[in-house]
């Protein structure tokens, strides 16, 4: 009975430091990501002699701020939820990305994929603290490897090149943005995260 | 379109922040739970020791016993790791603070600046500042 007695302390000790050490470390290292996101995109407009007045610029700017804002309150059942609600709707959804896209229309090519470019990093950074700020999750994402392991240790072993190594990796990575993908869009999660913009002073 | 579009949003937008709050409740009944059971636990499996033996000093005597070496060590390294972060991370928002102040200065005249609306240590508002 002792033993138990001691792995429900150990269990209390766990879940303390888990939310009050590492879960705070975790989401300032995606909010230090998403600040020096903010920083490249100024840098860009300034080197490329793009005056910071631009509408693309104020509202790179401003998503930008809403995903810091928007960070912490992240939850994946509401983004989950919001974006099947939206994928039922096949016209509020084209309404939404539309709408999204038009704040970041620019005749500039470069600019464009370099919004775009943003854009993405900015919204996978979001998924990457909604994976890594749930234990659940954590451990799903680690899972990953060791269902591969086997498979690319026995190609490794074939091939004899330390290349199929990188596979897992890659295969990580990979799974990350399927699941990204089937759980919601870029466009809903920005559309979710606008919803802070009132609040950014 | 827009005006019955942006209804819609709105609507979904009210239903996700209505699931949120029903998942929020589910989520702290369970945490309650926990607790409950984790003290359960804690009372019965100590139970023994402080009824059979009269003495206090003894039946804490008896549990320290039963706590091995490993796993002091293990509590006083988890102990130093956590002072170290927090000291550490201390250092960290003082720099935070630091870099806000001269970021706010370069940027001073920028044709645009928006805030994330962050606190200056870069915490969301409302909490204990660091």
């Known amino acids: 009975m002792i033993n138990t007695v001691f792995f429900v302390i150990n269990v209390i000790f766990t879940i303390i430091i888990w939310r009050y050490l590492l879960r705070k470390s975790i989401l300032d290292h995606y909010r230090d990501k998403l600040f020096d996101l903010r920083d490249d995109v100024r840098n860009y407009y300034i080197a490329n002699h793009i005056p910071l007045s631009d509408e693309t610029y104020k509202n790179i700017r401003d998503l930008i701020n809403s995903h810091l804002r928007f960070t912490e309150k992240m939850s994946l059942v509401e983004v989950i939820f919001f974006s099947k609600a939206i994928d039922d709707d096949n016209e509020l959804k084209n309404y939404i990305k539309n709408n999204i896209d038009n704040k970041f229309k620019t005749s500039d090519k470069n600019l464009n994929s370099f919004i775009k470019e943003t854009r993405d990093k900015s919204s996978l950074i979001l998924f990457d603290y909604m994976v890594f700020s749930s234990p659940l999750l954590i451990l799903m994402f680690f899972m990953i490897p060791i269902v591969f392991f086997p498979i690319i240790l026995v190609k490794w072993f074939l091939s004899n090149t330390k290349k199929e190594l990188s596979l897992i990796r890659e295969s990580m990575r990979e799974t990350f943005k399927i699941f990204v993908k089937f759980i919601a869009t870029k466009d809903d999660l920005e559309e979710l995260s606008y919803e802070n913009e009132n609040c950014i002073a | ?130």
Not at chain 2, 23 to 32: L, N, T, Y
Not at chain 2, 49 to 60: H, R, V
Not at chain 2, 104 to 109: A, D, G, N, T, V
């Open chain 2, 1 to 130: 379109m827009s005006d019955s579009a942006e209804i819609k949003i709105e609507k979904i937008r009210a239903s996700t922040r209505k699931f949120s709050m029903v998942c929020g409740v589910i989520k702290h009944a369970i945490s309650i739970g926990c607790i409950l059971a984790s003290l359960k636990i804690l009372f019965v499996g100590l139970q023994p020791f402080l009824t059979s033996n009269p003495e206090a000093i003894k039946a804490i005597a008896l549990i320290i016993e039963k706590i091995n070496v490993s796993n002091i060590t293990g509590y006083l390294l988890a102990s130093a790791t956590a002072t170290g972060w927090y000291i550490e991370r201390k250092g960290k928002k003082r720099a935070i603070r630091q870099k806000g102040k001269y970021q706010k200065m370069l940027e001073s005249s920028d044709d645009y600046r928006s805030s994330s609306g962050l606190t200056k240590s870069g915490e969301t508002p409302g909490g204990k500042e660091e």
